[in-house]
């Protein structure tokens, strides 16, 4: 009963005290779960470590804590639970080591193993969702190695495939949000990838986010909307008005840019967000700049 309340407050918490409260539920459930059922105490650290991992903190302790939950359970899971259990342990534990990674705690090459366990058993057939969800986290671990090395191209062909991967089981029907996000995903990896094909990749990058835009809306999904619009900008900034004729230049493009830069600017203005209201006035300066080489060259 405690367990089944902890997962209640967790699903949708109204703040983060109902998360510290649904860890303090595990604990208790713990406490009482006798030893000689190691399988339920496994149980009870997995559904734990889901909670230590949302919860909001100042440092990497709830992180630590989620992995050390999620590993205590594999270690009884392997042997006794089912292979769906040790598949969401090992998706769960991967995006606890992609956090960590990213503070500098842990190797992302660990994440990336664990994922890769979890496909083992979360194929495209049984579990579409689980499928997608893990290519998607895949693909930003692959890109998220910094690209110094001899294999950085073939990890930003590997982020791709994998985003490709999961949109081919993903239909903007049946899972739209993780439709545009796989979408929104995807134009980026094309954006940003150090490739001969620049062009090409931005053009496949708009059409991500075309799709994308499909689904996210000013209205309903605001955030995302405004996020996939400023990748949008970002990637008619570089592209030519007429693909047959580049020495015409892009001020048609640079005009649209800026049109969705001010309206993405205005939503991040409104929710508070200062760190993507810099990186717009960044790209809004920048454009100014641009508008203004492109007019002085044309006199």
Do not use: C
């Not at 539920?25 to 909670?51: F, H, N, S, V």
């Not at 979890?118 to 692959?142: K, M």
């Not at 191209?153 to 739209?176: C, G, T, Y």
């Not at 309903?220 to 008005?241: G, H, M, Q, S, V």
Request: glycine share 4%; no cysteine.
């Amino acid at each position: 009963m405690l367990m089944e309340i902890a997962m209640g407050l967790q699903q949708k918490p109204k703040s983060p005290d109902q998360l510290t409260n649904a860890v303090a539920l595990y604990e208790k459930a713990l406490a009482l779960a006798p030893e000689t059922d190691p399988l339920l105490r496994a149980r009870i650290k997995a559904r734990m470590g889901t909670a230590l991992q949302a919860q909001p903190s100042a440092d990497a302790a709830p992180l630590h804590r989620a992995q050390a939950a999620f590993e205590a359970a594999l270690s009884v899971l392997e042997e006794q639970g089912s292979p769906e259990e040790q598949a969401e342990i090992w998706m769960n534990l991967g995006l606890v080591i992609q956090s960590l990674a990213a503070i500098n705690q842990a190797k992302i090459t660990d994440a990336i193993n664990a994922y890769q366990r979890a496909l083992q058993v979360f194929d495209a057939g049984r579990h579409p969702a689980e499928y997608a969800i893990l290519h998607n986290n895949l693909a930003t671990a692959f890109l998220s190695i910094p690209m110094t090395d001899a294999r950085a191209k073939m990890r930003e062909a590997l982020a791709v495939q994998s985003f490709e991967a999961a949109l081919k089981v993903i239909n903007i029907v049946d899972h739209p949000a993780e439709y545009a996000m796989l979408q929104n995903n995807l134009g980026n990896a094309l954006q940003y990838a150090s490739s001969a094909h620049t062009l090409e990749n931005n053009l496949r990058a708009l059409q991500a986010y075309d799709e994308a835009l499909r689904v996210r809306n000013a209205r309903d999904t605001p955030l995302e909307y405004a996020n996939t619009i400023a990748n949008k900008a970002n990637a008619l900034r570089n592209l030519p008005d007429n693909m047959e004729h580049p020495e015409l230049g892009n001020r048609g493009n640079l005009r649209q840019a800026a049109k969705l830069y001010l309206e993405a600017r205005e939503i991040f203005l409104r929710f508070g967000d200062r760190e993507k209201l810099e990186h717009i006035e960044s790209a809004l300066t920048d454009l100014e700049h641009a508008q203004g080489d492109w007019e002085k060259s044309s006199n």
